[in-house]
């Protein structure tokens, strides 16, 4: 099938990034977007390039999580995405504000490819893309246009009704031929300080449809005031270590599929 315009000045833009990381979900309200800042965050602590692309068009949440007054330049060349926290980072949000985005059809269409067309990225290590939840023209123009360095992490919580929900996206990526790299349980137990592990949604599994859990991430009740207020989220500690580790083995699955 051949490509559009569009999807050949995608191709164009991130010809210099090696690789797209694709965090996805079946559902809202499972963390993603944080956990795509967090992991966006962690690699690059371990000396790697990277950016992160807010793909939620609806309900844009990266630009809260960094400490930006100004909005992006541009030129006739594309746009310049935000240098902010050691990540290079584009959002509508950083445009929108607090505003809704109320479009839909061809028009949404339009501004997903413009926007995704339109950024110059740059020599990037890994691109992380943070889709909106569910299945949507987004995945589809993603693992079209993206498909030769393209792999997904999938996010999730550990009810039943998030892993059902969960399941079927990780179908759909096996049938768009998209690696999967691991799945990362988010929300998935905390600490009292008698030292018990409480699991308040249950066990969650080990693995779904053939693909492991990478890791799972505990409850931090200082996430919220370390990601939106302080805008440091290495206070939220207990989060943040465990956030470490798993991006240490998302790039080694990665590593290995792609020698």
């Given at each position: ?28 309200g499972v963390g993603k977007s944080t956990v795509s800042y967090a ?221």
């Amino acid at each position: 099938m051949s490509i559009s315009f569009k999807e050949k000045l995608i191709e164009k833009k991130v010809s210099n990034v090696k690789k797209v990381i694709m965090v996805c979900s079946g559902k809202g309200g499972v963390g993603k977007s944080t956990v795509s800042y967090a992991l966006a965050k962690a690699i690059s602590e371990n000396g790697k390039r990277v950016g992160l692309l807010d793909l939620d068009i609806h309900g844009p949440v990266e630009q809260l999580f960094f400490k930006v007054k100004k909005g992006f330049s541009g030129s006739k060349e594309g746009l310049k995405p935000i240098f902010s926290d050691g990540l290079k980072v584009m959002s509508l949000g950083f445009l929108s504000k607090d505003e809704p985005i109320p479009i839909k059809g061809k028009y949404k269409e339009e501004i997903l490819e413009n926007l995704f067309s339109e950024v110059m990225w740059g020599d990037l290590d890994f691109l992380i893309v943070d889709m909106p939840p569910g299945v949507s023209d987004e995945l589809f123009l993603v693992s079209r246009t993206l498909s030769k360095k393209l792999v997904a992490v999938v996010v999730t919580t550990p009810s039943l009704l998030s892993l059902s929900v969960v399941r079927r996206m990780i179908k759909l990526l096996h049938q768009e031929k998209v690696k999967v790299v691991g799945i990362i349980e988010n929300l998935s137990y905390f600490t009292c300080r008698c030292g018990e592990q409480v699991k308040p949604f249950g066990e969650g599994v080990e693995e779904l449809e053939g693909e492991k859990v990478i890791g799972k991430l505990p409850i931090d009740p200082k996430l919220e005031e370390a990601l939106v207020f302080s805008k440091k989220i290495e206070n939220a500690s207990i989060f943040w270590s465990s956030i470490k580790k798993i991006a240490v083995e998302v790039v080694e699955e990665i590593e290995t599929y792609f020698s």
